[in-house]
Nanobody, 116 residues
Framework: QIQVVESGGGSAQPGESLRLSCTGF????????MAWYRQVPGKEREQVAS????????YYVESVKGRFALSRAYNQNTMYLQMNSLRPDDTAVYYC?????????WGQGTQVTVSS
C-alpha cells in the first residue's frame, strides 16, 4: 500500500528553525521526484521546493531561498526540509508530494505555525 507520511511540523517563533520529514512507503523503486508544497486558507497550494532521486534540487520558491534547505536520502523516498529563519508568512500546512510519469501521491500535510 502506497503511503506518503510527513512529520516535523509544529510551532516556532520568528527566526527559529523546524525540520520537516517525508517518507514514501510502498513505492516500487525510488526514481521519483519529491516535492514540498504549502497552503494557507483561501490561497492556492504553492510549491516550495523539489528534488530528484539523485538529490538534485530542481526548485526553490523565491521566498525561501537562503533560508530553507532540501535534502534527500540517496535513492530513497525520504526527504527533509530544514527551515531556518522562519517568518510568520511561512505559516501554512506543508504537504509532501511524490510523483513519476504523471502519477502523483500526496501526504496528509503537517501544520507549521510561526508566531511570536
Amino acid at each position: 500500500q502506497i503511503q506518503v507520511v510527513e512529520s516535523g511540523g509544529g510551532s516556532a517563533q520568528p527566526g527559529e528553525s523546524l525540520r520537516l520529514s517525508c517518507t514514501g512507503f510502498g513505492f516500487p523503486g525510488s526514481d521519483y521526484l519529491m516535492a514540498w508544497y504549502r497552503q494557507v486558507p483561501g490561497k492556492e497550494r504553492e510549491q516550495v521546493a523539489s528534488i530528484t532521486a539523485a538529490g538534485t534540487i530542481t526548485y526553490y520558491v523565491e521566498s525561501v531561498k537562503g533560508r530553507f534547505a532540501l535534502s534527500r536520502a540517496y535513492n530513497q523516498n525520504t526527504m527533509y526540509l530544514q527551515m531556518n529563519s522562519l517568518r510568520p508568512d511561512d505559516t501554512a500546512v506543508y504537504y509532501c508530494n511524490i510523483g513519476r510519469s504523471g502519477l502523483i501521491y500526496w501526504g496528509q500535510g503537517t501544520q507549521v505555525t510561526v508566531s511570536s
